[in-house]
């Protein structure tokens, strides 16, 4: 059975862990270091970046998650998640993983238009339902970042290697097929360790 780590400090974990589960796949909640074990996939979910960032650090995680992360375990950064990971972030001082090369643009939507639904293209998969909450979006992209979605022209999905950083939340609502493709490469990956 593939174990995948969902990072649970802080944010929307609990429903990734449904959607995980509901998929076939046991799920481990990632509070501390001990928790940290032959995973063959990680999550870092939406919720508050800063405050994430911080719990991580302050649990004695950070050092042995990047590692994972460099050492190419699939992971998937949604939302807040996606901040973690990202090189730069162009309206924050915080820095994180910085294993995603990308600048993102955290709250790009401003007040008004803060939490929103829509449906756009997802690599090959069509009308894929996004559901967006105070997100950030990817203002640029560096060498071999490889774009999966735009809405609006903005870019809010991205793989690069191993990661995958998404701007909405993929685990709300009915569609599974984001969580899919990124399962997808969490079982490539543990067939060929
Ligand atoms: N606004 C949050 C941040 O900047 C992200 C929002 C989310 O994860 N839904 O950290």
Redesign the pocket.
């Known amino acids: 059975m593939m174990t995948i780590g969902v990072l649970a400090v802080q ?2 974990f609990i429903e990734h862990e449904k959607m995980v589960e509901k998929l076939g796949y046991q799920v481990v909640e990632l509070r501390n270091k001990n928790d940290i074990c032959n995973l063959d996939g990680l999550i870092l ?6 405050v ?1 960032g911080k719990l991580i650090k302050e649990l004695g995680m950070f050092d042995q998650l990047k590692e994972l992360i460099e050492g190419g375990l699939p992971v998937l950064g ?4 996606l ?1 973690l990971l990202s090189r730069n972030i162009s309206n ?1 001082e915080a820095r994180h993983f910085q294993t995603l090369p990308v600048t993102v643009e ?2 790009a939507y401003g007040r008004q238009l803060g939490s929103f639904r829509t449906t756009s293209a997802f690599g090959f998969l069509c009308d894929v339902e996004m559901t967006f ?4 979006v990817i203002t640029a992209i560096g060498e071999d970042v490889k774009v999966l979605s735009r809405v609006d022209e903005k870019i809010v999905a991205v793989e690069y290697k191993n990661q995958m950083g998404i701007s909405f ?1 993929p685990e709300l609502g009915e569609d599974t097929r984001v969580l899919e493709y990124f399962l997808q490469k969490c079982r490539n990956f543990s067939k060929g360790q």
């Not at 979910?45 to 800063?50: F, I, M, N, Q, Y």
């Not at 949604?78 to 998640?81: F, H, K, L, Y």
């Not at 909450?133 to 950030?136: E, L, M, T």
């Open positions: 944010g929307a979910p939406g919720g508050e970046s800063t994430q949604t939302c807040a998640g901040i924050d955290r709250n909450i105070r997100a950030p939340h």
